[in-house]
Structure formats: structure tokens, C-alpha cells
């Protein structure tokens, strides 16, 4: 069995995980769940007014005391904890996973540091199309 097949085969598993499937459920739920939607929504267009305003004018001490009252509402909020929970969960055993496969793959220090700055960046994917890598 080739690599890449090994590894469509490990993904088919990852899709059919416990961690996978709570995490779909806990998306279609916030997809579906308009009220919440609409509360992340507040809270991001309020996050980048903040971000976007320096100093301590009321204006920006008003932003951030509506961005301290949004996060609350947002910790309450039963179906975007879920989801939260759901997702670093995921992203913890997909870690887990990743650091599995690294464990029996050795690259020496001095030879990686030969290709520095010139590597695939975290979340790149390999360089696919489009990417601002390829050359």
C-alpha cells in the first residue's frame, strides 16, 4: 500500500472518529441556531472596532466594555460553547495524531536548518496551487 493511500485511509478514519462526528453535530447545530450566529457575528464586528481604535477614549472604553458584555453572552451561550468544546477537542486529537506520525519521522537539526525560509509554513497544506510559496 502506498503513503498517500495509507493516509486518505487515516483520514476516512479521522472523519468516522467520536471527536469528528460531535464536532459536525455541534457545527449543523450553531449553523442552525440563528440567535447564536448573530451573537458571534456582534462580537467580531465589535472586536475589529476595538482593534481598529487606539487610545482611551469613551468611545473605545464603551467598545470594550460592549466586547467584555458580548464574550459573557458568549460563554453562556449553550450551542457556541458546544461547538468550542466540540472543536478543540477535534483539534487536540488531530494533534495527537500528527505528533504520532512525527515521532517516527527524524530530520536532522542541521540538515532542516538548510532549507530554512524556504519550508512549507504551518497550515499551508504543501504548497498547492495559489499558494504564495510556489514559485
Known sequence: MLTIDIAKKLGDS????????????A???????????ELV???RKTQKMVDATAGDSDIVVELRHELT??????EKN????????????LLLFRQNIYDKIEES??????ALALNEGNSVKKGCGGCKKGC????
Open 14 to 25: 479521522i472523519v468516522s472518529s467520536k471527536e469528528y462526528i460531535r464536532f459536525k453535530e
Open 27 to 37: 457545527e449543523e447545530k450553531y449553523k442552525n441556531d440563528w440567535d447564536s450566529r
Open 41 to 43: 457575528k456582534k462580537f
Open 69 to 74: 458584555e458580548l464574550f459573557i453572552e458568549l
Open 78 to 89: 449553550d450551542v457556541v460553547k458546544d461547538l468550542n468544546e466540540a472543536l478543540n477537542e
Open 105 to 110: 519521522i527524524n530530520i536532522d537539526a542541521e
Open 132 to 135: 504564495p510559496h510556489k514559485k
